[in-house]
């Protein structure tokens, strides 16, 4: 039995590498390509994804078309934001590899790199 | 005789005079996490006097049979020996103290916590994983790098970094996340928040919130240097620091950055060992010259 959350990230990929609307029936035949899987289960989990608003649907004939609400990227963007902007909190919630820089303090890092002898490497 | 003005005294003394001192010394930067203990030490010493201070002016003349005594008042096991508002009211703030770090800490780390679990739902659908697998690469063409510690930890990379650092630099990029979350450097970080928290203001509140964070980065970047080269770590952080910045970032604080990466690149030695030790005692000591101090105000 694999986690709810896996389950979730394997049909927003689907979706989202396909570029379409497509069925739950469609979903299941290609997760089946690579291991097997129910299809009460994958129509379950869509459903929920329908839920939590990340997919929007609309009937054609006796199926439900299902459709990512918001790009990949658009996702990414909402995340980096989340990460790197410039709210409060964040410091406790995600640490970061380095701060943002200012031109004159990337030049006084670039300065401290070439005082080195090192800038020939980057 | 009371005590009370002794200790006030030693906290005005902790809480402005010795932070001062620490970042007038260049050792913190050889031994980031001593120094992180020392920074601490000096919080924990300050709050202890305050608290002690509050317990003495309360109960002016009375027989204080040392810590025992006061931290028996302070968790309520044994009222005050005089009677009336005054004693109360000194208990009180010691409560105060006690459970203000505690309620903040857990405040602090919950918010956290909870943003934390948003975000990972959300990257979890929306990441891949790495060729190596040891971190998530999200679709973004600005380069950055970051990691969400705690249980079911992750780090983060966007695929502009990862089009923009060699194989080396990426592993450099990694392990300094993995430091910080074996560290678990973000309940350092909670904890550093919930002492400013309860007292604002306070020099050594200021000071200790603004070098917690920087030395804990010196630390990771300790641990990055037992594997990597110096060069793929110094390379990284240009990279990502002069990365295409977004607005509204644009001022975070980019001279952590330069004094990293200027760290980095000078080798130094660890502090001697002589300096450490000092350090290590002088920290140690005033967070027990109080507790001393209690006991001899008792016998008195």
């Known amino acids: 039995m694999r986690r709810l959350g896996e389950l979730e990230a394997e049909i927003m990929d689907c979706l989202w590498t396909w570029g379409r609307p497509a069925t739950v029936r469609e979903i299941v035949d290609d997760i089946n390509l690579r291991r097997p899987s129910a299809y009460t289960t994958v129509m379950t989990v869509a459903t929920i994804l329908y839920d939590k608003g990340w997919l929007t649907r609309r009937k054609q004939g006796q199926a439900w078309l299902y459709t990512p609400v918001r790009s990949r990227e658009a996702y990414s963007a909402a995340l980096m934001e989340d990460a790197l902007g410039a709210s409060r909190d964040r410091s406790a919630a995600l640490v970061h590899f380095v701060e943002r820089m200012t031109d004159e303090e990337v030049a006084a890092l670039r300065e401290a790199l070439r005082a080195t002898g090192r800038d020939g490497e980057l | 005789m009371n005590a009370a003005p002794f200790f006030l005294g030693y906290a005005a003394a902790?809480?402005?005079?010795?932070?001062?001192?620490?970042?007038?010394?260049?050792?913190?930067?050889?031994?980031?996490?001593?120094?992180?203990?020392?920074?601490?030490?000096?919080?924990?010493?300050?709050?202890?006097?305050?608290?002690?201070?509050?317990?003495?002016?309360?109960?002016?003349?009375?027989?204080?049979?040392?810590?025992?005594?006061?931290?028996?008042?302070?968790?309520?096991?044994?009222?005050?020996?005089?009677?009336?508002?005054?004693?109360?009211?000194?208990?009180?703030v010691a409560l105060v103290v006690v459970v203000g770090h505690l309620t903040a800490f857990a405040l602090h780390a919950g918010r956290a916590y909870a943003a934390r679990a948003r975000h990972r739902d959300v990257l979890d659908k929306v990441g891949r994983a790495s060729a190596c697998s040891r971190a998530t690469v999200l679709e973004h063409a600005e380069p950055a790098a970051y990691c969400l510690p705690g249980r079911a930890p992750r780090i983060v990379v966007s695929s502009g970094a990862v089009g923009l650092l060699s194989a080396e630099e990426l592993s450099a990029v990694v392990e300094h996340e993995r430091a910080h979350i074996h560290g678990r450097h973000h309940l350092v970080l909670a904890a550093a928040a919930a002492f400013a928290r309860v007292f604002p203001r306070l020099p050594l509140a200021r000071h200790l919130q603004e070098q917690v964070p920087l030395l804990l980065e010196m630390a990771a970047d300790d641990r990055v240097l037992r594997r990597c080269s110096r060069g793929a770590l110094a390379a990284a952080m240009?990279?990502?620091?002069?990365?295409?910045?977004?607005?509204?970032?644009?001022?975070?604080?980019?001279?952590?950055?330069?004094?990293?990466?200027?760290?980095?690149?000078?080798?130094?030695?660890?502090?001697?060992?002589?300096?450490?030790w000092a350090a290590g005692t002088g920290a140690l000591a005033t967070f027990v010259l109080p507790l001393l101090l209690t006991c001899h105000a008792g016998l008195g």
């Open chain 2, 14 to 92: 902790v809480g402005g005079l010795a932070p001062r001192l620490v970042l007038r010394s260049s050792w913190p930067q050889r031994s980031p996490l001593l120094a992180v203990a020392v920074w601490f030490a000096l919080a924990a010493s300050f709050s202890l006097c305050v608290a002690l201070a509050a317990l003495h002016l309360a109960t002016p003349g009375a027989h204080l049979h040392g810590v025992l005594y006061s931290c028996r008042v302070a968790v309520g096991l044994e009222a005050p020996s005089t009677d009336g508002l005054l004693p109360a009211l000194g208990g009180a």
């Open chain 2, 238 to 276: 240009f990279t990502l620091a002069s990365g295409e910045a977004p607005r509204g970032a644009l001022a975070a604080g980019g001279q952590t950055a330069l004094v990293r990466l200027k760290r980095v690149l000078a080798p130094a030695h660890d502090a001697h060992p002589v300096v450490r």
